[in-house]
């Protein structure tokens, strides 16, 4: 959907800075947008693997995104982590964001047209710079998950994909963001921001559970929630199925210890429900939290 011409784009800066700023969002029309904007992206892959979704093609948006991920990632892996003893925190992240931030001009003119919408670039560079992180903190949270969303959101709000492509736009740019900031955070040892993430188990991330359990839903292999306890199974699914992949990034991740004792026994409160329960669940949480 293209956006009316006379639209302007303009600096990004947070706004929601107090409780009555969250309440009064918490009512906004900006806040309805961005569920409904979820629940589609979760909807186009419900009962899809990530294998039934094509690969994008190479003059198309999606191909366009998934290669300035790449690049990214080449950045990561020329910037090593400095040898620190800290449990959290490796400096070295500061670094790798001042890259990404003195590269943002050609990385972002690599899937935006800026003679056809002057400014979008400046409107989407905090969302994209805040979307790995904080470079201030070293930590990551749902929050910075959030910008990449907003990223979604106003790229498709400017016409540069339709909702054909969400189906693909979930398994081959969301999730790649997914793998390249768990590289992030496990390089760097970014401490979780706020551990608001899916009852406690994960407390990076919150969108790709609400994806990759839409995914489950009446999948060929029956596979159910409880196999989560699975790690055979885990292994053997994880390439199709966003869920799986990231409950055994979460049990494989032990420095941080998110999959401790308390946290199985929260999360297997939730275990005997079929899938549609389990999204039903993740997409009240979410509504909760806002």
């Known amino acids: 959907m293209e956006l009316n011409k006379n639209i302007i784009f303009v600096e990004a800066n947070k706004k929601v800075n107090s409780q009555q700023a969250l309440d009064k969002f918490l009512k906004s029309p900006t806040f309805t ?31 366009k995104f998934s290669k300035l991920i790449q690049k990214l990632k080449i950045l990561l892996d020329e910037t090593p982590p400095f040898e620190e003893p800290q449990r959290f925190g490796n400096k070295a992240f500061k670094l790798w964001y001042e890259k990404v931030e003195q590269n943002y001009d050609d990385l972002i003119s690599t899937i935006i047209d800026k003679e056809k919408h002057p400014n979008l670039d400046l409107e989407l560079k905090n969302y994209f710079l805040d979307c790995f992180g904080s470079s201030k903190r070293i930590d990551y949270g749902t929050g910075h998950e959030l910008n990449f969303l907003c990223i979604l959101i106003i790229l498709y709000c400017t016409g540069y994909y339709q909702e054909e492509q969400f189906p693909s736009m979930v398994v081959h740019v969301f999730f790649p963001y997914i793998i390249l900031v768990r590289s992030i955070q496990i390089t760097y040892k970014l401490e979780p921001a706020g551990a608001q993430g899916v009852w ?19 999948n060929n292999q029956d596979i159910l929630p409880k196999a989560v306890h699975n790690d055979m199974l885990l292994k053997q699914f994880e390439n199709q199925y966003m869920y799986l992949s990231c409950v055994k990034y979460v049990k494989q991740v032990n420095f941080f210890n998110l999959f401790n004792r308390l946290k199985k026994e929260d999360h297997s409160r939730n275990i005997h429900r079929c899938w549609i329960q389990y999204l039903m669940c993740l997409i009240g949480i979410r509504s909760q939290r806002g």
């Open 200 to 218: 406690g188990l994960d407390e990076y991330h919150f969108l790709p559970f609400l994806f990759g359990s839409s995914q489950l839903i009446n």
């Open 33 to 63: 947008m961005i569920m409904d904007f979820i629940c589609a992206l979760q909807k186009s892959v419900e009962s899809k693997s990530n294998l039934d979704i094509p690969e994008p093609d190479k003059d198309s948006f999606c191909y």
